[in-house]
């Protein structure tokens, strides 16, 4: 295999032992498509090495299972047929050579799932993980050494969403989380661009090779990404993005990330799909919510209602879905009696007196009084329907935070301006 | 007792074998605050008339704990103490005389427990039950024999809360529901407003007497909805509405509908006590989202974060929170993967073609293919990483619906106008 590639020796290799591995990922990440989870089967029984050099050697589906079954892992003829169908035909080592000297003149690197810089998190997908990351910029940038969150959301973004991606994005950051989101326009994009304004660390996953930035718009962004973040694929350069490489993108992010958050998505909108891998691989998912009366809204209100997501506001509660303080505040449900007595709306005017502690006695007392004309103990008490004993506990608590006075006729309530 | 209250036997009864327990409950409400769980406790074990003579005849709580024991119940002397020390004081048969005739007056009636047209979901108030109803209107609103449903919200409500509250309103009395709610401004007027507008019956629980409609500027409102629903309240005529009294009318909003719906409501709003009190009755309990920009909103996005409430976003998810569709819907949450294939994220404007319900071959098939340039079987097969004959059989079935067709030269996709 080594002579076949001979040719793109210039691609930038970090360890000489590990050309093996890297060379024959490279190629079967050049002739299958992302995901495939027969190929992921057969590198966990052959390695990588192993099943390059079967298609190379133009092995026969009979070879194949007879090579899987020696190495202790089973596969039956079938899918060895279908699978050796895909592959070969796209195998193609003059473009494959092409494709190297594009990542090396674009700087382009590939990490594979042992190195340091590989985000641990995509190797939960298991059998459909990627085979190897093309990353432009920094290498480093999820190797898990600070906190990562996927920011998604639709390209149609409204005004509203874009205000909120940008405060989140930008809140995140300050927390020191790194911002992991999908290029495109619309959410993803402010989640980038308000990523580096504060200074963040942002990872954008692409569906086509990174050497060519996708959408086109996104060109400059996406540069300034790769100057202190990292631009990554699965899909070696030149590789065009297409519905399936979004779709199995989507994947990436929701793996690379430690949880996902969707900010404005309709109703079938490709974040539902992220989300649905994050929600998949039991990551904490949060959706923002939006105006009911907002299209754009509705797949984040989907999946509240239909996907337990949870409801997130703002970049404080979106990142206490990392970590144990998320999961455990949303699972350990407040009791609902809690929020009763927080209760105001017969309010008057007297919050100030009235906070959200106050016992159903004290507001009982507080009915009671008045702020002009002072009321004697039995009175208060008949009025509130509380015994004069009670009564007396109550007022002695409010006038020692002096919500009540004493008078020479009765008692009286302390107005709050 | 009768001879003592002889001056008001103008009030309306509708029984008059029932007259002892109707007066006996009249005049216990008429002592007691709402929600008194231990004079629940005491009707519960002596009956309504027994703990009214009780009260008449000035019984020691040495009395009454003796009453308790001897009916099978039990009691403490203190909290005997403690609650006539409550009632005792206010027992002024002039003055309940005098709000009997004030019921009669403005045409209140009082209702039962076992009235045919008594709410029957206040009842799971157990010991806090309502002791009856005063009733303003049409007595039969909520005996049950429509679906009922509580919209409440914040009095500070803005256009969006009452745009959506209009909306749901309405949707929902085109459902065949009776609307309930607390009278207030903001979102309960808007809900009662719509529902009269839209021939529905509403139902508004005052926390002060029904002969004084509060507030003061939905006097007109009120005495619209008592013209096809009905004004209620458990405190009797002249009683005015504390703070506290607010508090436990929500509890009767909770209690009396099937399910509630706050639809916009402050961090600390008091809708947050009725949904408190919805979620402690086990009934379903749906929040209306809104921009998170919005503090009118915040309350409705911690009903939904911290207390499980569901996202509801128009009156048809509204409906589905009563009756076995809504719970069941939210708790056997699909799995997130069914969510996968709606994804579109790499969408280039060719939807038609690529509905939700694409499998992931589909989309690779179509992926493949272009509009413009015929393509051979094993070119799709190469390009989308697929064997031949699984292309062929994706093509077949395009075909059939007119998604892709033959072409001398190999296959096309039919562009979606």
């Not at 193609?92 to 700087?107: C, K, T």
């Amino acid at each position: 295999m080594r002579a076949a590639l001979s040719s793109v020796r210039s691609v930038p290799i970090a360890d000489a032992d590990a050309l093996d591995e890297i060379y024959a990922r490279a190629l079967l990440g050049s002739v299958a498509e992302p995901g495939d989870g027969f190929l992921g089967r057969a590198i966990d029984v052959i390695g990588a090495v192993g099943a390059a050099t079967l298609l190379l050697e133009s092995a026969s589906p009979v070879d194949l299972v007879e090579a899987l079954t020696n190495a202790g892992g089973s596969a039956d003829l079938r899918e060895a047929e279908s699978g050796l169908g895909r592959w070969s035909p796209r195998l193609d080592l003059g473009a494959f050579g092409r494709a190297l000297e594009q990542a090396a003149r674009v700087g382009a690197r590939l990490i594979l799932p042992n190195d340091a810089a590989w985000p641990a998190g995509v190797d939960e997908l298991g059998i459909h993980a990627p085979l190897g990351l093309w990353i432009r910029g920094r290498e480093h940038a999820l190797d898990g050494s600070s906190a990562s969150i996927s920011l998604v959301g639709a390209r149609a973004a409204t005004g509203y969403g874009e205000h909120v991606t940008m405060e989140a994005s930008a809140g995140l950051v300050d927390r020191g989380f790194t911002v992991v989101s999908g290029g495109a326009y619309g959410i993803d994009g402010m989640a980038h661009r308000s990523a580096l304004a504060s200074g963040g660390t942002t990872v954008a996953f692409l569906a086509g090779g990174v050497d060519r930035f996708y959408p086109m718009g996104h060109e400059g962004l996406l540069s300034r990404i790769a100057e202190t973040g990292a631009v990554v694929s699965e899909l070696p350069c030149g590789a065009a993005p297409t519905k399936w490489r979004f779709l199995q993108r989507n994947r990436l992010i929701a793996a690379a990330s430690e949880a996902t958050v969707v900010l404005e998505a309709g109703y079938r909108s490709g974040s539902l799909n992220t989300a649905g891998h994050a929600a998949a691989l039991g990551r904490p998912l949060g959706a923002v919510p939006g105006p009911v009366t907002s299209p754009a809204s509705a797949g984040c209100h989907r999946l509240l209602r239909e996907y337990d997501a949870i409801c997130v506001t703002d970049a404080e509660q979106m990142a206490e879905l990392v970590g144990g303080g998320p999961r455990s505040a949303a699972s350990e449900r407040r009791s609902p009696g809690s929020v009763s007595e927080s209760a105001d709306r017969g309010d008057r005017g007297d919050r100030g007196a009235r906070g959200a502690a106050a016992s159903p006695e004290t507001v009982r007392v507080l009915d009671a009084l008045s702020t002009r004309s002072p009321r004697e103990l039995s009175d208060i008490a008949r009025r509130c329907g509380m015994t004069p004993s009670a009564v007396m506990g109550v007022l002695g608590g409010l006038e020692a935070v002096g919500h009540v006075k004493r008078h020479p006729f009765g008692w009286l309530r302390v107005a709050r301006s």
